[in-house]
């Protein structure tokens, strides 16, 4: 059960380790004062993590939580952490590292946030993820093409009606210029 996720950037200001939190999710967020459920991470296990890790987690129990932490290829100062009342097998840390990392690097284009990850860990993979937002976009551009479809046929039949209404009038300049020819043919007597 995870409790918490975190995405930390290193400061490279100061000479001791020290950590800048930019993105969070975790549990009971949305309660009036929520506590920091990352606490213990950014206290104890940041600052044991090794810099020099390659693409490689690294696992850390304190207390009653297990926490992890993930330095990702992509960018070296940027550190992925997770916090969970349970132990999390290798697929699952794979699958919650790559659902993070798609979420960090494009924000914009993903409706998902790690608040959602938290709720549902095992509900998303980054491939998942990607795919919702195509769809989503996909249904958008349904959705305009259907309203110019909607238009298009709207003018046709104004179109229709338009051609009817001048056939008509058509017909009746032709029946008044009979009809005015008749009268005035028989007044030239």
């Known amino acids: 059960m995870i409790i918490a996720i975190g995405v930390y950037r290193t400061n490279q200001n100061n000479y001791d380790k020290s950590y800048d939190k930019i993105l969070f999710g975790q549990q009971n967020r949305g309660e009036l004062f929520p506590n920091n459920k990352l606490e213990k991470v950014e206290t104890h296990s940041l600052r044991k993590f090794s810099q020099d890790l390659e693409a490689q987690v690294d696992y850390y129990p304190y207390e009653d939580e297990h926490h992890y932490l993930y330095k990702p290829n992509l960018d070296g100062n ?76 709207q003018r046709g039949e104004a179109l229709k009606e338009l051609d009817t209404t001048s056939l008509n009038l058509r017909y009746s300049a032709k029946r008044f210029e009979r009809e005015a020819s008749n009268l005035n043919s028989c007044c030239r007597y």
């Not at 990392?101 to 491939?127: A, C, F, M, W």
């Open 78 to 153: 940027i550190i992925l952490a997770i916090v969970s009342k349970t132990p999390l097998q290798a697929l699952e840390l794979r699958y919650l590292f790559t659902n993070i990392e798609h979420i960090r690097i494009r924000p914009q284009s993903v409706k998902t946030t790690l608040d959602d990850i938290v709720k549902n860990p095992l509900g998303y993979t980054g491939r998942d993820i990607l795919i919702q937002a195509i769809k989503d976009e996909a249904d958008l551009t349904v959705e305009a093409l259907q309203i110019a479809l909607d238009k298009v046929i």
